[in-house]
């Protein structure tokens, strides 16, 4: 009887005969093959290093040519490019679309466009697919004769190919939702630098109004002090003179602080370029003669052209395309495949297969219940957004309507005050009028003109509020028609 190699020299044996008939070499050209062909596709890689932070710490200069060239490219729904002059003082409008292709966050903002875009081109690719192989080598007893045992299979997933159309709904609502947002991300801070020139072109002649008061009182402060002198004033006269010149240097300081405040928000707004001189264009005449119209007229039209309620409304039916996905993949993930296989008395197989699990324990249910709650949510944001709209238009439009009232009374007391400072300015340096009387005057008429300032002031803001709002420039409905 022959003797039996024990089964671990068998297994040596065995291996090594493998190797000798090159095994090996047929799984590594396997191996190989499918490297090569998953690698032929695939991007390289990149550095991308941060910007050092020398570069960063000082603001960068305006540069008139590389920033106009910038303001050619804006494409929004809103803003419009135009001639952007830097030399002759900055406007609302000029302070918006540097705002637009100067500011950080608008830059970050945008990079989201990639990503999303970035998320379509992931929604639409189909699932890899699967291929595997096997070889076994008989041995031991009785294997003498027989062939090795091959077998190669070929799978896909299924289950992607059939949510794929839903997946590509949601990540073209994802990437339309993101457009919209960026873009009323531009509106927004374009609007705040709108603001903030108007706000500051407004200041600046505020401040001027306020130390040409305070010249004024200084000089009468310095009569006074020389009449005291002379026994001509008394000391409660004088007292009230300097409790008056201090309550308008305080005014003066206050004001000169928000113009400080107004200036470095500007700034913010365009990234803090290294700017020396900000000089702005001086403001216009308050515009209240419009007539002002209701809430009710001016809201639908706001509510139509807002671009933040239509990026809303594209994420609420991306959402809802992503409900139907949960939904879809509730059923049985299946994976349909190929088989080739050749036993070991070379006997050739080819079939198919198809693998199913069976939705006994996880039904989607989690999935499902999170994308309907999320979808609520979402529609719940909208109507709060709306209805916040709503409030603001309010508002807004009701300190217009005030304005519209108060704004011509007062500056119709300037006109009248200035024909009499005019003459008894003539009459208080011949002597015919002491100078308390005229300086009284005087300081009248300033705070008449600071105070139609500050409510000029007042009115250009509200109105930059509404358009704000409205996310429009035009948001004056049409005039009714008149019936006859």
């Given amino acids: 009887m022959p003797r039996r190699s024990p089964p671990n020299a068998l297994a040596r044996e065995t291996l090594a005969t493998w190797i000798r008939e090159g095994g090996p070499r047929a799984l590594l050209a396997i191996a190989v093959a499918g490297l090569v062909a998953s690698s032929s596709a695939c991007s390289l890689y990149h550095r991308a290093p941060l910007p050092p932070l020398s570069s960063l710490a000082s603001g960068r200069p305006l540069e008139p040519a590389s920033l106009q060239a910038r303001i050619d490219e804006i494409d929004h729904p809103i803003l419009k490019s135009q001639a952007v002059v830097l030399s002759d003082g900055i406007g609302p409008m000029e302070a918006a679309l540097l705002a637009v292709v100067l500011n950080p966050d608008l830059a970050a903002a945008r990079a989201r466009r990639g990503e999303a875009r970035a998320g379509v081109i992931a929604a639409g690719i189909l699932p890899n697919p699967v291929f595997g192989g096997g070889l076994d080598r008989p041995y031991g007893t009785g294997s003498a004769g027989l062939a090795d045992v091959v077998s190669l299979s070929l799978s896909i997933d299924s289950q992607r190919i059939l949510t794929r159309w839903a997946r590509l709904a949601v990540a073209r609502g994802e990437l339309e939702q993101v457009d919209l947002d960026v873009a009323w991300q531009e509106w927004q801070v374009a609007q705040a630098a709108r603001l903030e020139a108007v706000r500051l072109a ?248 600071l105070q139609e300032a500050a409510l000029s002031q007042l009115a250009a803001e509200t109105r930059i509020g509404i358009d704000t709002a409205c996310g429009t420039l035009d948001w004056q409905p049409p005039a009714p028609e008149e019936r006859g």
């Fill in 202 to 449: 407004w200041l600046e002649r505020r401040v001027a109004l306020a130390r040409e008061q305070l010249a004024q009182e200084e000089e009468t402060t310095a009569r006074l002090g020389h009449a005291y002198d002379a026994r001509d004033a008394t000391v409660e006269r004088l007292g009230v003179q300097l409790a008056a010149r201090e309550t308008v240097r305080a005014n003066v300081m206050g004001l000169e602080e928000a113009r400080t405040r107004s200036r470095s928000a500007l700034l913010a707004l365009w990234g803090q370029p290294a700017v020396s001189d900000l000089r702005m264009e001086p403001p216009g005449p308050a515009e209240v003669s419009a007539p002002v119209p209701e809430t009710a007229r001016v809201a639908p039209l706001c509510l139509e052209r807002r671009i933040d309620l239509v990026a809303l409304r594209r994420g609420h039916a991306a959402q809802d395309a992503r409900v139907r996905q949960a939904v879809i993949e509730q059923l049985p993930d299946v994976s349909i495949g190929i088989a080739h296989q050749r036993d070991e008395s070379s006997l050739r197989f080819f079939g198919g297969f198809v693998s199913l699990s069976v939705p006994v324990f996880d039904r989607n249910q989690a999935t499902v219940a999170l994308a309907v709650a999320t979808r609520e949510r979402l529609a719940l944001e909208y109507e709060a957004r709306v209805a916040s709209v709503r409030s603001t238009l309010d508002e807004t439009l009701g300190i217009l309507r005030m304005l519209q009232h108060r704004l011509p009374e007062v500056a119709s007391a300037v006109g009248p005050l200035a024909r009499l400072e005019r003459s008894e300015r003539a009459a208080a340096e011949t002597g015919d009028v002491s100078w308390l009387s005229y300086a009284t005057l005087r300081v009248a008429l300033l705070e008449q003109r």
